[in-house]
């Protein structure tokens, strides 16, 4: 089982940012994609987006594109979600889950979830 601690949630006025973060051990991000997942009051859990093992970044969400970017840094073995501008409706809990090397908005190809991280927007 893959090893990784989420830190970062919180609460946040709208407008606001948070900075999400999944450190990992025992393996290294150079070889494991991390997915960023949401789940929601409304929705199931669906994928935020997705950092390669190649540093190809993919987003799944067309709103959260210019506002949540990721970062990875491999000497402390940890990768960075910052989410900017938030809006209410990103409120939910967000989990990092690491995949060998390859991304996909598959849910189900993720194996190793951790208890997330609860983002509250609100005033």
């Known amino acids: 089982q893959l090893r990784f601690v989420e830190s970062g949630g919180g609460l946040v006025q709208p407008g606001g940012s948070l900075r999400l973060s999944c450190e990992v051990s025992?393996?290294?991000?150079?070889?494991?994609?991390i997915g960023w997942f949401r789940h929601s009051p409304r929705e199931e859990r669906e994928p935020v987006s997705c950092?390669?093992?190649?540093?190809?970044?993919?987003v799944y969400f067309d709103s959260v594109k210019g506002r949540f970017t990721m970062s990875r840094d491999n000497a402390k073995n940890t990768e960075y979600l910052q989410m900017n501008n938030l809006p209410p409706d990103d409120a939910g809990v967000y989990y990092c889950?690491?995949?060998?090397?390859?991304?996909?908005?598959?849910?189900?190809?993720?194996?190793?979830w951790g208890q997330g991280m609860r983002v509250d927007v609100s005033k």
């Open positions: 889950v690491p995949r060998l090397i390859f991304c996909t908005d598959y849910t189900a190809n993720y194996d190793d």
């Open positions: 025992g393996f290294s991000l150079k070889n494991y994609a």
């Open positions: 950092l390669g093992a190649s540093g190809k970044s993919t």
